[in-house]
């Protein structure tokens, strides 16, 4: 927890007298997957966002659904830094030992690496001088290297023929959420 903290620290001290926000992910709390970050002001305009997902589910209708993600996302805010509606870019890598949507009607799972490139769109507000919410959602495409796995005894899946990892792309949406954010006085 200590490194975790002075990681938090660090981040929030690199730009001087910056607003700081931190932020947890509301849509995906009922789901027992957790979405925290933190949103640094660059400029009047311009926020600099790293977070990290990790989804702790071994199983979910008996299919492995373990996966973390972590991303970094610059965000140009029309109005300015933290108000109104924001379009952003990102880049974000993970690790998965899931079903991939495409394969859920068969009995099988992957288990892999995966890199991110998009975009980002979305509204803050502030609801009191303290607390906001920030509405977003992002998307671009996807690149996995992972192999398959039977469900049931954990061999590797017979169309699996790759030597190496198996890679594949798509575009996709993935992000996206109503995070609760919690304003640091400025430091």
């Not at 002001?41 to 972590?70: E, I, V």
Request: hydrophobic content about 45%.
């Amino acid at each position: 927890m200590n490194k975790l903290a002075l990681a938090i620290f660090i981040f929030g001290s690199i730009v001087g007298k910056a607003q700081v926000r931190l932020k947890a992910n509301l849509a995906a709390l009922p789901f027992a997957v957790v979405n925290v970050g933190e949103e640094l002001q660059l400029s009047p305009n311009y926020t600099l966002q790293a977070d990290a997902m990790l989804s702790p589910w071994w199983s979910f209708h008996g299919r492995p659904m373990l996966f973390g993600t972590a991303f970094v996302e610059g965000r140009y805010y029309l109005r300015s830094a933290f108000q109104g509606l924001y379009f952003g870019a990102h880049l974000g890598g993970g690790v998965l030992r899931a079903t991939k949507w495409n394969y859920w009607n068969q009995a099988v799972y992957q288990k892999g690496f995966i890199y991110m490139a998009g975009a980002v769109v979305g509204y803050q507000m502030d609801l009191t001088d303290r607390l906001g919410l920030d509405f977003f959602l992002g998307g671009g495409n996807l690149q996995g290297q992972y192999h398959s796995y039977y469900l049931d005894d954990g061999g590797r899946y017979k169309l699996d023929k790759a030597i190496g990892f198996n890679k594949s792309g798509e575009w996709l949406p993935y992000r996206g959420g109503i995070m609760l954010t919690y304003k640091l006085k400025n430091l």
